[in-house]
């Protein structure tokens, strides 16, 4: 063990090296391979000279970076938002390099949450503390580099797989409200009249209230981004009264979502990512 380490800024190297091991584990988890956090603890801190408590935080403060890149984290590891240039920079060439876990969230297309219907899961939407807000500049390239939004946007049978499930979703909570003549009026709008109408399915309150629903389905965590039209946008603000946000996440693994209301301001944060250009 290296003597006087506690204390010193951690070094490229190390970084390096905690980070490979925490993707390491991760990989064991998400494959379903058993794997002893301590034993891991154990190796860096005779490998580094670093105490069990320093790796735990840095291995947390990895959890805090996947967490803003919308890609899965190992469960022991609670984010800790601090986020070292140093820790970036390590993290990046490893997800350069990695082929597994930034392709998890694309390749799975969320087919076993779509058959389980009833373990959909709506709660309310996820608190927005401080530390979600903190960042760096090293930390915004990198999410502009793995843009989770994008990612999810490419990904078309996750959106399909989302708006399936929630069309099943509504047509149950009806029928369960003894509205069966509500339920078989449900319409997947999206699938049946294309793109371009705002919403995705279009539903009712069991007093016959029009709900029109807009889905936006992620396999990472509930505060990971998304794109919104500005159509979309538009038609909330048209039809408060009926439109209806449903951000789906962790839909791979436990599906679960919650129900936005206009004005959507109110909770999103809108950023301009594209200008429409017209000669002048």
Same mark, same amino acid.
């Given at each position: 063990?290296?003597?006087?380490?506690?204390?010193?800024?951690?070094?490229?190297?190390?970084?390096?090296?905690?980070? #490979?091991?925490?993707?390491?584990?991760?990989?064991?988890?998400?494959?379903? *391979?058993?794997?002893?956090?301590?034993?891991?603890?154990?190796?860096?801190?005779?490998?580094?000279?670093?105490?069990?408590?320093?790796? !735990?935080?840095?291995?947390?403060?990895?959890? +805090?970076?996947?967490?803003?890149?919308?890609? /899965?984290?190992?469960?022991?590891?609670?984010?800790?938002?601090?986020? *070292?240039?140093?820790?970036?920079?390590?993290? !990046?060439? *490893?997800?350069?390099?990695?082929?597994?876990?930034?392709?998890?969230?694309?390749?799975?297309?969320?087919?076993?949450?779509?058959?389980?219907?009833?373990?959909?899961?709506?709660?309310?939407? /996820?608190?927005?503390?401080?530390?979600?807000?903190?960042?760096?500049?090293?930390?915004?390239?990198?999410?502009?580099?793995?843009?989770? +939004?994008?990612?999810?946007?490419?990904?078309?049978?996750?959106?399909?797989?989302?708006?399936?499930?929630?069309?099943?979703?509504?047509?149950?909570?009806?029928?369960? #409200?003894?509205?069966?003549?509500?339920?078989?009026?449900? !319409?997947?709008?999206?699938?049946?009249?294309?793109?371009?109408?705002?919403?995705?399915?279009?539903?009712?309150?069991?007093?016959?209230?029009?709900?029109?629903?807009?889905?936006?389905?992620?396999?990472?965590?509930?505060?990971? /981004?998304?794109?919104?039209?500005?159509?979309?946008? $538009?038609?909330?603000?048209?039809?408060? !009264?009926?439109?209806?946000?449903?951000? $789906?996440?962790?839909?791979?693994?436990?599906?679960?979502?919650?129900?936005?209301?206009?004005?959507?301001?109110?909770?999103?944060?809108? *950023?301009?990512?594209?200008?429409?250009?017209? $000669?002048?």
């Amino acid at each position: 063990m290296n003597e006087g380490q506690e204390g010193k800024a951690w070094s490229d190297a190390e970084n390096v090296m905690v980070v #490979a091991d925490y993707f390491a584990m991760l990989a064991k988890e998400l494959s379903g *391979q058993p794997f002893v956090k301590a034993h891991h603890n154990q190796t860096l801190t005779e490998t580094i000279g670093r105490s069990k408590k320093s790796i !735990e935080y840095k291995h947390m403060n990895i959890s +805090a970076v996947l967490e803003r890149l919308g890609l /899965p984290r190992i469960k022991g590891y609670a984010p800790l938002a601090n986020f *070292q240039n140093s820790l970036i920079a390590a993290i !990046e060439r *490893q997800l350069s390099f990695d082929s597994l876990v930034p392709n998890v969230p694309e390749t799975t297309t969320g087919a076993v949450a779509v058959s389980d219907r009833s373990s959909l899961w709506i709660g309310p939407p /996820p608190s927005v503390s401080p530390d979600d807000r903190k960042t760096t500049d090293a930390l915004d390239r990198l999410v502009r580099k793995f843009d989770p +939004a994008a990612r999810d946007a490419r990904n078309r049978q996750l959106g399909r797989s989302g708006e399936e499930r929630v069309f099943h979703h509504e047509r149950e909570l009806l029928i369960a #409200a003894g509205r069966e003549d509500l339920a078989r009026k449900v !319409e997947w709008t999206s699938q049946e009249r294309g793109d371009g109408a705002g919403y995705d399915i279009a539903s009712f309150t069991p007093e016959g209230a029009s709900r029109l629903i807009e889905v936006k389905t992620t396999n990472g965590p509930a505060k990971t /981004p998304f794109y919104m039209s500005e159509n979309e946008r $538009l038609f909330s603000e048209e039809r408060p !009264e009926a439109f209806r946000l449903m951000r $789906l996440h962790d839909f791979s693994t436990r599906p679960s979502g919650f129900e936005l209301r206009p004005p959507l301001g109110d909770f999103l944060a809108f *950023q301009p990512i594209n200008y429409r250009a017209a $000669l002048r």
